[in-house]
């Protein structure tokens, strides 16, 4: 069973920090994605990355992909509480399944 | 609807009861998943449509599971026999029809079972 494991699994942090998130994996994906899911919601999509070192930007947001293409992490810069959610990553496990990490959930105190 | 419908939003059942899930995906996306949530953790793959294909259901915890979809749209996930740990959230996302499209997800149907 393919795993993507998440760390930390539990953030609180002062509204201003950075922080950075990140996603392992020991397989190799064609594509990976980040969501960011708020209470009562499904997850919403942030970014796709699918080439190996991409990184993307989403105003204060950073994505990386690692160059093996098992790894990813987010770097969220100044957080404000609006940032307040779960993040979960997601890789592309064969031609269309995504499966799902283990989550992050990340609380921004103002 | 613009978006992924799912009811009921929210269902209560007696440990035992069946009970069905309902998702329409949006118009046009021929790809369908459904996930499980367990509270305040990640996504647990179920199944997956794609158009006419046989669906893959490789994720379905037990023969109690089972989904249909009909007529390459709306979809229902039944669980027979309901145990208490199958009480989570049940999601529903609905793409085009390949990887690396967007997954639109629903709010999801919070089940309990007591």
């Known amino acids: 069973t393919q795993l993507l494991e998440q760390s930390p699994q539990f953030l609180s942090i002062q509204e201003g920090e950075n922080l950075t998130v990140y996603c392992n994996s020991s397989?190799?994906?064609?594509?990976l994605q980040w969501y960011r899911q708020e209470p009562g919601e499904g997850p919403v999509l942030l970014v796709t990355v699918v080439t190996g070192g991409e990184v993307k930007k989403l105003k204060r947001l950073t994505f990386q992909f690692g160059d093996a293409r098992k790894d990813s992490s987010l770097h969220i810069t100044a957080a404000q509480p609006g940032d307040t959610g779960l993040y979960l990553c997601a890789a592309a496990s064969g031609t269309y399944k995504y499966i799902f990490g283990t989550g992050t959930r990340l609380k921004v105190l103002a | 609807g613009a978006g992924v419908s799912q009811s009921p939003s929210n269902k209560v059942t007696e440990k035992g009861k069946d009970v069905e899930l309902r998702c329409d995906p949006i118009s046009g996306h021929t790809a369908l998943y459904w996930y499980r949530q367990s509270l305040g953790q990640g996504l647990e793959f179920l199944i997956y449509f794609q158009g006419n294909s046989a669906p893959d259901k490789s994720g379905l915890p037990s023969d109690r599971f089972s989904a249909e979809r009909t007529g390459g749209s709306v979809s229902t996930l039944t669980i027979q026999r309901t145990q208490q740990e199958d009480s989570a959230v049940y999601l529903c996302?609905?793409?085009?029809?390949?990887?690396?499209?967007?997954?639109?997800f629903g709010e999801g149907s919070w089940l309990t079972v007591v």
């Open positions: 397989s190799v994906f064609s594509s």
């Open positions: 996302a609905s793409s085009r029809d390949r990887v690396g499209n967007t997954i639109y």
